[in-house]
C-alpha cells in the first residue's frame, strides 16, 4: 500500500524536524506532537519509516533482531548464530499504532494460554513492544493512556529492552523504538512529569495560510488520485532525505558539542527555569542529532536555536503573571541569551 511522501508533507517543519533527528538518534527520546485533530500528525511518522533503508533482520525473529548485533539480540537468536543456521532478511521499518484501552499483557507481551493450555509449555507471545523493535511506536492521544502504560513505554523506550517476569516467565527481549505520541492539550492535561519525559515535543495546527490550505488539499487529492504516481513524483525528494539520514547516523558519533555550546544550553534552560537537566540533555542530543543531518562535525548556535523550541517548550513551568505561549517563551530566552557574548 502506498504510504503519503514525507518530502510532500506541506509545513508542519517542526514537527519534521523532530522525527527525522529522532531518527538519526533514537536516544533523543520520544516526540510528543501536540495540537489539532487532523494535522497529519501520523502520516508524518508513517512517511519518514517508509523512507527509512529496510532494516537487515533475522527471518523468523518476532522482534526483528539486527543478525550483524547479536549482543543486543533475544535468545533465540543468539542460539541461532551460535549454531550458525542464521538467516537474515530485508524487513521494512516497523510502525506501530498503540490503541487506546490496549491492556498491558497486549503492550508488553504475555503467556501464550493457548499452548499452555492444549501443550503444556510455558511461551511467551510477544506484545506490541516486540512488533516496534527498531522502529515506531505511534499512540494517538497519549492524555488518554493510562498513567502505568505510559510510565513503562517511556522506561522501555530508553532502556531499549523489555524484561517481562511474571506467570512464571522470565523474558527479556530488545526493544529499541522511537515514541512517537500526539495529544491534544484541549482534551486532556498532561501531566508535568510525563511531558519532562518525552526528549522533544512540537507543536501543529491547522495552517491558517491560504495558499499553505489549497497545496495541502491539492496534494492530499492528486495522492488520492493516483497514489503511485504521486509517489514517483516525489521518489527523488524522499530518497534525497533518506541519503542524508543514513549519512547522519554514520556522522553522528564524531560530532563534537564544544563547552561553549553546552553553557549555551545551560543559559537557556536556566533563562527559562526549567527543572532539572532533561532540558539540557535533550537540547544537546538534539542539535547534535541536528549538525550530523546537517552534515556539520560541530554543534553551533544555529543548531541550537532551531532545535531550543523542540527540546525545552514542554519543560516550562507555569508562570501565572505570563501568558505567553511556551514557544513564545522560548523564543524570548533565545533573543536574550544568544545575543549575550558565550
Ligand atoms: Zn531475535
Redesign the pocket.
Same mark, same amino acid.
Given at each position: 500500500m502506498a504510504v503519503f511522501p514525507f518530502s510532500a508533507i506541506v509545513g508542519q517543519d517542526e514537527m519534521k524536524l523532530a522525527i527525522l533527528t529522532a531518527a538519526v538518534e533514537p536516544r533523543i527520546g520520544g516526540v510528543l506532537v501536540l495540537g489539532d485533530r487532523g494535522t497529519g500528525k501520523s502520516t508524518a511518522v508513517r512517511a519518514l519509516a517508509a523512507l527509512l533503508p529496510k532494516v537487515r533482520a533475522?527471518e523468523s525473529?518476532?522482534? !526483528? @533482531?539486527d543478525p550483524d548485533a547479536i549482543a543486543s539480540?533475544?535468545e !533465540? @537468536?543468539a542460539s541461532l548464530k551460535a549454531n550458525g543456521t542464521i538467516k537474515a532478511v530485508q524487513k521494512p521499518v516497523p510502525v506501530v499504532d498503540l490503541p487506546l484501552g490496549a491492556t498491558e499483557d497486549r503492550v508488553v507481551g504475555a503467556l501464550d494460554l493457548e499452548r499452555a493450555l492444549s501443550q503444556g509449555v510455558k511461551a511467551f507471545e510477544p506484545g506490541l513492544l516486540a512488533r516496534a523493535n527498531r522502529g515506531f511506536l505511534y499512540i494517538d492521544e497519549v492524555n488518554l493512556l493510562e498513567d502505568h502504560l505510559v510510565d513503562l513505554l517511556i522506561d522501555v523506550a530508553a532502556s531499549g529492552e523489555n524484561l517481562v517476569e511474571r506467570e512464571g516467565l522470565s523474558v527479556r527481549?530488545?526493544a529499541r523504538f522511537v515514541l512517537v505520541g500526539s495529544g491534544n492539550p484541549e482534551e486532556g492535561e498532561l501531566r508535568p512529569q510525563l511531558l519532562d519525559r518525552f526528549g522533544l515535543a512540537v507543536d501543529v495546527s491547522t495552517p491558517t495560510d491560504l495558499k499553505l490550505r489549497v497545496e495541502v488539499v491539492k496534494r492530499r487529492d492528486a495522492f488520492e488520485r493516483d497514489p503511485e504516481g504521486f509517489c514517483e513524483t516525489w521518489r527523488k525528494e524522499d530518497e534525497k532525505i533518506r541519503r542524508r539520514i543514513v549519512a547522519a547516523r554514520k556522522r553522528l558519533p564524531e560530532v563534537e558539542v564544544p563547552d561553549a555550546a553546552l553553557a549555551r544550553a545551560a543559559q537557556l534552560c536556566m533563562a527559562l527555569g526549567t527543572d532539572g537537566l532533561r532540558g539540557e540533555l535533550a537540547l544537546m542530543r538534539a542539535a547534535r542529532a541536528l549538525a550530523a543531518y546537517e552534515g556539520d562535525t560541530v554543534v553551533n548556535d544555529e543548531h541550537l536555536r532551531r532545535m531550543a523550541a523542540p527540546s525545552l517548550r514542554h519543560r516550562l513551568r507555569r508562570n501565572p503573571l505570563d501568558d505567553a505561549g511556551s514557544g513564545t517563551r522560548v523564543e524570548r530566552a533565545l533573543g536574550e541569551v544568544f545575543t549575550q557574548a558565550a
Open positions: 533475522v525473529c518476532p522482534y !526483528h @533482531c539480540s533475544c !533465540h @537468536c527481549h530488545p
